[in-house]
Each structure stands twice: as structure tokens, then as C-alpha cells.
């Protein structure tokens, strides 16, 4: 019977009367680590823009941007940033591969 978790065929393993979760997968690891900072960053960015910029103040060629108000584009800007944020790390983390990124913490004889 196979007690490590790292190692098998995707049944469960029991391991001494407990059953053992299989280890999930560097796929699977590597969401939590694109979208956690980037939302932790998409709130610094919004809170540095909108120290700048007033809501109520955006323009485009002469007419408000939006007629909503200010929440509903604090609400938009952050979804926009938390996004765009997100996406540069995915792609980072697809640029590493396996090598860096969520295999790097296993032992090299595993």
C-alpha cells in the first residue's frame, strides 16, 4: 500500500485507519498564488489612482465617463486592476513552468 500522497494513482490512500487527500496538483496551486497578491495589489493601485483622481472628475473628450457614481467606479476600476494584475501573474507563472514555480518545494528525490 502506498502511504505517500505525492505518489499514486488518484485512489485514496489510507494511512493508518485516516484517509489521506491526494495532493492537489501545481495547477491547482497555482491559482491561490496568481489571485491572492493580485488582488492585495489591486487595492494599492486603487487606493494610489484614486488619491489622484476623483470619480466625479473623469472626462472624455468633453462628457462625463460614466453617469453612475462614485462606489459603482471604485467597484469597476478595482475589478479592472484585480484583472489586469492577475493576468501579468498567470502569464508569469505560465513563463516559469514547472521548474520554479509549484514544484519547487519538493524534495529533488521525490
Not at 30 to 55: I, K, N, Q
Request: aromatic share 10%.
Amino acid at each position: 500500500m502506498k502511504t505517500d500522497p505525492l505518489e499514486h494513482d488518484g485512489s485514496p490512500v489510507f494511512d493508518g485507519g485516516a484517509e489521506v487527500q491526494p495532493a492537489a496538483s501545481a495547477r491547482e496551486r497555482r491559482w491561490p498564488a496568481v489571485l491572492w497578491p493580485s488582488f492585495l495589489m489591486a487595492g494599492v493601485v486603487e487606493m494610489l489612482v484614486f488619491s489622484m483622481v476623483d470619480p466625479a472628475d473623469l472626462r472624455w473628450m468633453g462628457s462625463p465617463v460614466a453617469e453612475a457614481d462614485a462606489m459603482t467606479i471604485y467597484s469597476a476600476a478595482f475589478l479592472l486592476f484585480w484583472v489586469l494584475i492577475a493576468l501579468a501573474s498567470a502569464m508569469t507563472q505560465l513563463v516559469m513552468g514547472d521548474e520554479g514555480g509549484a514544484s519547487a518545494g519538493r524534495h529533488p528525490s521525490a
